[in-house]
């Protein structure tokens, strides 16, 4: 059991964003305890896409999720699933998001999107540097192919309104493709190229280099189950299944899971919602992509790792609860079929489910509430790899001083 313990700053979730706060917080020279019910960089963090996704500064969805609703409820295999028994659950979050697309909502998410992709790339080069471990991010871009001649106009749309984001693009034709990239299929037409993206070669060792590092800066580590919590004069008590934790702040950062520790603490309930990610690593294809390739048309991305090849990318509305459907895995390979020169090998594959935390503006909760007693980090949607780095300089900040201006678009009272 762990008897009642006093510390400066507990962080309650283990995974890129919690683990990369806490060695940040430690190095400000603040007493961090981590605690997480399952070791570090075990949830979301094992299984992500790895991609360094930069470019993607628009929200998880767009006006044309009305359409595609019926697909969404009867193709269980489709890009986009939504389980109809867990549609009347989701109905409320679904109705936030679509009040999210309405112009003046989905600008301010553009823009809050925007901010912290401008600041992920530096953050991550000076976070990893400071660890010696710059080797584990490859910054080589990333390609975005088509293959049907009528998806042309849709990417140049695509490629106009990066530009007018500032993302910095570059069309590529089917012979600049298949020189940077020969085991593709020589059916492709062209693609999109983001050079200030990349990719990480193994984002669970990420997570435990980190890990690694934050203990050597003083971080202590408690597996437990925060079921808990409650406010005193002298900071924060957590309840767990391993005694109780008092602390003088506390930061959530146990993401799809940090909605019912946020309502305890601070009496609010935040919208908050899991997409459900899957992936297929394919440990014998080592070779076959020199950087990140997703396919404009099938909806999924392919990141070359040190493990092999990771497919990844298809997005399952189904709770917290529901039992994986290991099929949507195996269907990424499928999908592949026709993308390269030869198919890919499922020697040895195995599948994987994790749980993507979403708001329905696509912006996280990065605030202080509660007096300072509470700090918040969580709901990046697709890029909780992306933007860990930054939202960590940020909560240093926010552990010793309220956020400035430009912090509002990521406040817990914007809901």
């Given at each position: 059991?762990?008897?009642?313990?006093?510390?400066?700053?507990?962080?309650?979730?283990?995974?890129?964003?919690?683990?990369?706060?806490?060695?940040?917080?430690?190095?400000?020279?603040?007493?961090?305890?981590?605690?997480?019910?399952?070791?570090?960089?075990?949830?979301?963090?094992?299984?992500?896409?790895?991609?360094?996704?930069?470019?993607?500064?628009?929200?998880?969805?767009?006006?044309?999720?009305?359409?595609?609703?019926?697909?969404?409820?009867?193709?269980?295999?489709?890009?986009?699933?939504?389980?109809?028994?867990?549609?009347?659950?989701?109905?409320?979050?679904?109705?936030?998001?679509?009040?999210?697309?309405?112009?003046?909502?989905?600008?301010?998410?553009?823009?809050?999107?925007?901010?912290?992709?401008?600041?992920?790339?530096?953050?991550?080069?000076?976070?990893?540097?400071?660890?010696?471990?710059?080797?584990?991010?490859?910054?080589?871009?990333?390609?975005?192919?088509?293959?049907?001649?009528?998806?042309?106009?849709?990417?140049?749309?695509?490629?106009?309104?990066?530009?007018?984001?500032?993302?910095?693009?570059?069309?590529?034709?089917?012979?600049?493709?298949?020189?940077?990239?020969?085991?593709?299929?020589?059916?492709?037409?062209?693609?999109?190229?983001?050079?200030?993206?990349?990719?990480?070669?193994?984002?669970?060792?990420?997570?435990?280099?980190?890990?690694?590092?934050?203990?050597?800066?003083?971080?202590?580590?408690?597996?437990?189950?925060?079921?808990?919590?409650?406010?005193?004069?002298?900071?924060?008590?957590?309840?767990?299944?391993?005694?109780?934790?008092?602390?003088r702040q506390v930061l959530i950062s146990c993401g799809a899971h940090s909605a019912r520790l946020t309502a305890a603490l601070t009496g609010k309930q935040v919208p908050l919602d899991t997409e459900r990610g899957y992936h297929l690593m394919?440990?014998?294809?080592?070779?076959?992509?020199?950087?990140?390739?997703?396919?404009?048309?099938?909806?999924?991305?392919?990141?070359?790792?040190?493990?092999?090849?990771?497919?990844?990318?298809?997005?399952?509305?189904?709770?917290?609860?529901?039992?994986?459907?290991?099929?949507?895995?195996?269907?990424?390979?499928?999908?592949?079929?026709?993308?390269?020169?030869?198919?890919?090998?499922?020697?040895?594959?195995?599948?994987?489910?994790?749980?993507?935390?979403?708001?329905?503006?696509?912006?996280?909760?990065?605030?202080?509430?509660?007096?300072?007693?509470?700090?918040?980090?969580?709901?990046?949607?697709?890029?909780?790899?992306?933007?860990?780095?930054?939202?960590?300089?940020?909560?240093?900040?926010?552990?010793?001083?309220?956020?400035?201006?430009?912090?509002?678009?990521?406040?817990?009272?914007?809901?």
């Amino acid at each position: 059991m762990v008897e009642t313990a006093e510390t400066d700053i507990a962080v309650v979730g283990a995974g890129i964003v919690g683990v990369a706060c806490a060695l940040q917080l430690a190095r400000q020279g603040r007493q961090v305890t981590l605690v997480d019910r399952q070791a570090p960089g075990q949830g979301a963090s094992y299984g992500n896409a790895g991609h360094l996704a930069t470019e993607q500064v628009f929200p998880i969805a767009d006006l044309s999720i009305l359409k595609r609703l019926p697909r969404m409820l009867l193709d269980p295999m489709g890009p986009l699933r939504l389980d109809w028994k867990y549609l009347p659950k989701a109905m409320p979050w679904f109705t936030r998001l679509l009040l999210n697309l309405r112009p003046g909502p989905f600008q301010r998410s553009v823009a809050g999107i925007r901010t912290l992709n401008e600041g992920s790339l530096g953050a991550w080069q000076r976070l990893l540097g400071s660890i010696g471990r710059s080797e584990l991010f490859q910054e080589d871009g990333s390609l975005l192919v088509f293959e049907r001649p009528e998806s042309r106009q849709a990417l140049e749309a695509l490629r106009t309104r990066m530009l007018q984001q500032a993302v910095p693009v570059d069309f590529w034709s089917a012979d600049t493709v298949r020189e940077a990239a020969p085991q593709l299929s020589p059916s492709l037409l062209g693609g999109l190229f983001f050079p200030r993206t990349g990719h990480f070669i193994d984002p669970y060792r990420v997570v435990c280099e980190l890990f690694e590092a934050a203990k050597a800066s003083g971080v202590r580590f408690v597996q437990a189950q925060v079921d808990g919590g409650r406010l005193h004069g002298g900071g924060v008590s957590l309840a767990s299944d391993q005694g109780s934790l008092d602390a003088r702040q506390v930061l959530i950062s146990c993401g799809a899971h940090s909605a019912r520790l946020t309502a305890a603490l601070t009496g609010k309930q935040v919208p908050l919602d899991t997409e459900r990610g899957y992936h297929l690593m394919l440990p014998g294809e080592h070779q076959r992509l020199p950087f990140a390739v997703t396919s404009l048309e099938r909806k999924f991305i392919m990141t070359p790792m040190a493990e092999g090849l990771r497919l990844a990318g298809t997005v399952e509305f189904a709770g917290l609860d529901a039992p994986p459907s290991m099929q949507r895995a195996w269907q990424l390979h499928r999908l592949s079929k026709g993308l390269f020169q030869r198919d890919l090998s499922v020697e040895g594959a195995t599948p994987w489910m994790g749980l993507r935390p979403s708001l329905p503006d696509s912006l996280p909760v990065i605030d202080r509430v509660c007096d300072g007693r509470v700090l918040l980090a969580f709901g990046h949607q697709h890029l909780g790899l992306t933007q860990a780095a930054v939202t960590a300089e940020w909560v240093g900040r926010l552990a010793e001083v309220a956020g400035g201006p430009e912090m509002a678009a990521y406040r817990l009272d914007r809901f």
